[in-house]
């Protein structure tokens, strides 16, 4: 990526985080019927200082299909909540064991734990009333609370988790296994939120296709650098302690292909990334971008 373009990037991306947080803290502005220490563990984690990947994605997608990207604010608010829900389980002691999340600690170090668990039921309902309430046509509301519920449910997000867990003792590691569980982990939400955007601005069948093909490279190329980060970052600039998947004998795929392949593989991902994004190539620079800045990202 050219300085010029990196810096183009930047200037958007922050920008149309700012104009995300804007719209996350309005959704979060609950009734009194709320309880106080249940809202301030919600707007803590979701309010939390991160790169906003995936409603940026779901904002660039709706824009590279030809529509105002604004159109797509009330998918990209209801990723990021699902997103911030399952951040706040895998960080639990029955998960993950995580104490600290985007510099801060972890919801359940912050507050408690059944005070965590319930903050992330409620995001995950708040996101789909916020989905629901976005958008005038009844049939892109049904089509996207459908692929939303489907990305967020047992068979990919949560059954990723499970996955997970499940083999992260394993005696063997299994690359093809590993991707599995990256694909629906990782992966799914990061392709629903392009897929949101496509269909907020009533794509193609082809655009909405290339716009998987594009979300499922770049879901599996952000998974092989944060490996990579695990292994090489620093925990200041990550916002969370580094070394902790060798520490627990975790798969990755520095472990399974050593760093400089699985760089290679990243690299290539990105690429075929890139080239699937052909049926709306006047219009995918800031996608493009996006998926080179994944690369270079230090956190």
């Known amino acids: ?28 502005r609950f009734d009194q019927s709320c309880p106080d220490r249940l809202r301030e563990a919600i707007r803590y984690s979701l309010l939390a200082p991160g790169k906003r990947l995936r409603p940026l994605l779901a904002l660039m997608a709706t824009e590279a299909c030809g529509s105002d990207y604004r159109r797509g604010m009330p998918a990209a608010c209801a990723v990021e909540m699902i997103h911030a829900y399952s951040l706040i389980h895998d960080d639990l002691p029955a998960m993950d064991d995580d ?7 972890t919801c359940h170090r912050q507050f408690d734990e059944a005070t965590a668990i319930l903050a992330g039921d409620a995001l995950l309902a708040l996101s789909f009333e916020v989905l629901a309430k976005g958008f005038p046509k009844a049939e892109i509301v049904g089509r996207g609370v459908r692929e939303l519920a489907y990305a967020a449910g047992p068979c990919q997000l949560v059954g990723g988790q499970a996955d997970d867990l499940l083999h992260q003792h394993a005696a063997e590691g299994d690359v093809e296994l590993l991707q599995a569980i990256h694909r629906r982990k990782t992966g799914a939400m990061i392709t629903v ?8 601005a009533e794509a193609d069948e082809e655009t909405l296709q ?11 190329a952000f998974q092989i650098t944060d490996d990579l980060l695990d292994v090489q970052g620093d925990q200041q600039s990550m916002g969370k302690r580094v070394g902790k998947d060798q520490d627990r004998g975790k798969m990755t795929y520095p472990g399974l292909w050593g760093i400089e ?3 290679q593989k990243a690299e290539q991902l990105v690429e075929e990334a890139c080239e699937a994004l052909s049926p709306i190539e006047s219009r995918s620079t800031s996608l493009k971008s996006l998926a080179r800045y994944v690369l270079e990202r230090n956190h």
């Open 1 to 28: 990526m050219s300085q010029a373009s990196l810096q183009s990037f930047a200037e958007l991306s922050r920008r149309w985080r700012e104009e995300i947080d804007e719209a996350l803290k309005l959704h979060t």
């Open 99 to 105: 104490d600290l999340r985007r510099g801060r600690p």
């Open 193 to 200: 939120s392009l897929r949101l955007g496509g269909i907020v």
């Open 210 to 220: 290339g716009l998987t093909t594009y979300g499922q490279c770049l879901g599996l």
């Open 261 to 263: 392949q699985s760089r």
